[in-house]
């Protein structure tokens, strides 16, 4: 194992503390793990809590800011957060106007924001929950009953922020985190696997020639292992899964190709090059690209596709000023 780390027992407290130290509009609490931004609480504004396990960066504490969420709350690598965090962040953050929670859809981190919701609701704060189950990959996994919950976290964190921004009630924030998730798709493949620091080894074995199309972003079996393809196949593999579930012609979209921690960017570049041209052919517009590693999995090599049918409002929303250490513009 060759990581740039000190003791794999504390990787997620000392990139909390390197995280805090590089941006000055985040307030960190390594030990406990989790990261709010500087200015909360905001009264009278309904604050966003995400979280999960750690690895994925920048998800979840790379989009907490301006825009985005209030907090996040970050587990061990590929572990759940545990509700005494996630508790501490929705009171770190509650300005009175309530708390929405976005849970990616696996087991352990639906079950402890759950509790974390009814501890909050002995402190008398309001808490609505929305769970991102976009994966189509997979209808159950090791982790989850259901879809996973994967790359359209960061569609519904950063549009439901900006409804949040303008001071929207709280059940208005919970319906357009809805919608987002509803409209949105996601398919991910692997063409390395990664190592957890603690464990030492990687998390699955891939032969040379082999890739895993339908991979979960924790490494767990995807829809089956194939003989290693080009860009463009792996492309029509990833939409071809997407518009077997969701058609997609005459939509405009928001698509983001997503590398998973190891793929440089110009391979990703080739791979949304592939995407617009599939989707053009397929009847279907662009409307917002987005390219980068923005929901990763360590060092993984892959990538993962994720779409989202807009609206004009989901849009705007998108659009919308944000300032976080992983995502800005308009300011």
Not at 82 to 88: H, L, M, S
Not at 105 to 122: K, Q, S
Not at 185 to 195: I, Q
């Amino acid at each position: 194992m060759r990581k740039l780390i000190n003791d794999p027992e504390n990787v997620v407290a000392d990139a909390l503390r390197g995280l805090a130290a590089a941006h000055p509009s985040l307030r960190a609490d390594p030990e406990n793990g989790t990261v709010v931004r500087a200015d909360a609480p905001r009264a009278g504004r309904v604050a966003l809590v995400s979280g999960g396990g750690s690895g994925h960066e920048p998800l979840h504490a790379g989009f907490v800011g301006h825009g985005m969420l209030d907090a996040a709350c970050c587990g061990q690598v590929f572990t759940s957060p545990v509700p005494d965090q996630i508790i501490a962040a929705t009171m770190a953050v509650n300005g009175g106007a309530g708390v929405l929670h976005i849970v990616k859809n696996y087991t352990g981190d639906v079950l402890n924001f759950r509790m974390a919701a009814e501890l909050a609701e002995d402190e008398d704060i309001e808490v609505a929950s929305v769970i991102v189950n976009d994966d189509v990959a997979v209808e159950d996994s090791l982790y989850t009953a259901g879809r996973r919950g994967t790359g359209a976290t960061l569609f519904v964190e950063k549009i439901a922020g900006a409804l949040a921004e303008e001071g929207a009630d709280l059940a208005s924030v919970a319906a357009v985190a809805r919608e987002v998730n509803e409209r949105s798709r996601s398919f991910g493949v692997a063409l390395s696997p990664c190592t957890v620091p603690a464990a030492g080894e990687p998390t699955f074995q891939l032969e040379d020639g082999e890739m895993e199309l339908g991979i979960g972003i924790h490494g767990e079996p995807g829809r089956e292992r194939v003989p290693l393809a080009d860009a463009d196949a792996i492309v029509d593999a990833s939409l071809s899964a997407i518009e077997a579930d969701m058609p997609l012609a005459g939509s405009e979209l928001l698509v983001l190709v997503n590398g998973m921690g190891g793929t440089p960017l110009m391979e990703q570049y080739i791979a949304y090059e592939a995407a617009a041209r599939w989707l053009e052919g397929h009847g279907a517009t662009v409307a917002r690209p987005l390219v980068g590693p923005y929901v990763t999995s360590l060092e993984m090599a892959g990538s993962m596709i994720s779409v989202c049918r807009l609206t004009p409002e989901l849009t705007r929303l998108w659009d919308a000023p944000v300032e976080t250490p992983a995502l800005r513009w308009g300011r």
